[in-house]
């Protein structure tokens, strides 16, 4: 199971870095491609509309492999755990910080707050 995580986790990360050069290549709406290469024809690389196209499609399917990558490693890390996850972590980790505190781990029951000391009265001689 360790490997096929691993698998998942390099394929999220190529995933990842091929969608932000497609995101950094694409170029706005108003911008030609001849004008990114210096040049100033209005003709583009891909064609009229094909770089728009090809770009905006390969980028949408390097999200969804990266959305399902992620979701596929939540379920992984989430069976590998072995725990129920019917109560969060929240709900854990209250009952060891009562019995750390030396007071008794009563369901419901309010936590009990030591009263100030209040200091001594000179008396005067």
């Known amino acids: 199971m360790q490997v ?3 698998l998942v986790l390099v394929l999220q990360l190529i995933s990842a870095l091929v969608m ?6 694409q170029h706005g709406k108003g911008a030609d ?3 990114s290469f ?3 024809a209005s003709g583009s690389l891909f064609g009229a509309t094909g770089s728009a196209n090809f770009l905006s499609r390969s980028t949408a399917v390097c999200a969804t492999v990266f959305f399902c990558c992620t979701l596929g490693l939540a ?4 069976s590998q755990s072995g725990t129920v996850a019917a109560d969060s972590v929240l709900d854990r980790a209250a009952p060891a910080a ?3 505190s030396g ?3 009563i369901p419901g029951a309010a936590p009990t707050v030591p009263s100030p000391v209040a200091p001594a009265a000179s008396v005067p001689n």
């Open 75 to 78: 379920y992984i890390s989430n």
């Open 33 to 35: 491609m001849g004008a």
């Open 103 to 105: 007071a008794a781990a």
């Open 4 to 6: 096929f995580s691993n």
């Open 38 to 40: 210096g040049s100033g």
């Open 98 to 100: 009562v019995a750390a």
């Open 20 to 25: 932000i050069v497609l995101v950094l290549v």
